[in-house]
């Protein structure tokens, strides 16, 4: 629980009463013990993808997560009421609206149980449970989506790691039983200062975790000591997973002024969301880009770590991207850190429509919240809730909303960002995107752009403008 991040900082509390905590997807990644035999899957808190999407992870996002092993459950049937005691007490414990709908949770406990004892199967008794709470994100995941969802491993050797207090990575709980981290000695608490040569002083875990993942190696090594003992190289055996796409593309095209844009374009937010965006951005100036656009349209999100980093590319250090609400608490600032090089000061427009949702919208909000950027085209999708997904022992899995997010200054993402220039073809204070926003193919239809002139854009929509206020 010791997390030096402020996100993470503040998911931890998500993993109250469980036994281990680290943030790295989206909101928070919570491993929590089920109350069946330790064989039963481990629940996580996911990525604010959009629900109720399918939950078969895009590669882009599962690239933030670092050392993850399934564990699967026994193959015999359990009795319907133990996989409805757990979902019950996953919802007193963590759903966000702790009024369970207006709902006696005692009395509805009651009340499902005897459903189970009379021999209905579990599926269906969940299934009421979590719609009864009225959360259109809270839902069921069945078995098949669940291990597919837990199977992901890039370094592929059973671990967890975070940063504590101290800012030392270290083994954040037991590595998963079989695995070659267990077998090789590696302790809960152990202190790791480098993968494969890989410095965490000098690199985020995220893209230490993205790099290793990159390589077709099958084994990896670790720099591993106890808090008080001396280092040792320990070369473990991976368990391979596919390359992840590209998640940026990009180009330059030329203005009818002979002004040349930089346009980049995000198509998911995840591990290497930052590192290729900053790759792009010197690309693009080098082939003499004086604007930019960011195009987050169909962007359904992924990373909220990621959508931090990739903010760090434009805001100064100790800018307030987000607030986080959890059930308990009152909004905590989420502040984007020190890049690893000084953000960007070209004029910069922000693209979203309808399929811009969750981390990207996290990233947008960020941008046009701190007055950096002005957002055109349709209104985003809306998703401001955090997700934890906890496994039951029937081998499914219930997702439950364990926290909101809004923009800096309290900014309401839920329902959706207002554009400030809507699109296509609206004019703005003798402006006109006419055209622009045809051009999802990106750079080939460099024809398109010709009317754009980002630094007019973001001087009059951003007229008025004060940074880490609600707009």
Sequence with gaps: RNLTESFQRVSAMTCRRHMWGVVLLGAALCFVPSPTPSAVPRARVAAPTRFPAPAAPAA?????????VLSLAPAWATPPADSVEAAWGFVKRNFYDQTYNQQDWSAAHERFLERARKGERAESIVRDMVGSLGDRYSRVIDAETFEQLMAFD????????????????????????????????????????????????EQSLLAVSDKVAQKDAETVTLSVRPKDGAPRQVSLVRLRQAKPQNQVESGVVSKSDGHKIGYLRLRSVGARSALEMAEALKALRAEGAEELVLDLRGNGGGSFPAALEAAELFLPPGSVAAQVKLPTAENKPIRVGEGAQPPATEPLAVLVDGGSASASEVLAVALRGNCRAPLLGQRSFGK??????????????????????????GTSIEGG????????????????????????????????YTALDVAEASKVALAGCKAGEAW
Excluded: C, M
């Design 384 to 409: 401001a809730a955090v997700q934890g997904v906890f496994g039951l022992p029937n081998k499914e899995a219930v997702a439950l909303t364990v926290a909101r997010y809004s923009g800096p200054g």
């Design 154 to 201: 890039p370094l592929g050797v059973g671990l967890v790691l975070a940063r504590n207090d101290q800012k030392e990575v270290i083994v954040s709980s037991p590595p998963f039983v079989g695995s070659s981290a267990a077998q090789a000695g590696i302790k809960q608490g152990d202190l790791v200062d480098t993968v494969d040569g890989l410095s965490f002083q």
């Design 417 to 448: 960002l207002e554009p400030d220039l809507p699109g296509p073809g609206v004019a703005l204070g003798g402006f006109s995107a006419a055209g622009l926003f045809g051009a999802l193919g990106g750079p080939a239809q460099s024809g398109e």
């Design 60 to 68: 882009g996002v599962l690239a933030a997560v670092v050392g993850l």
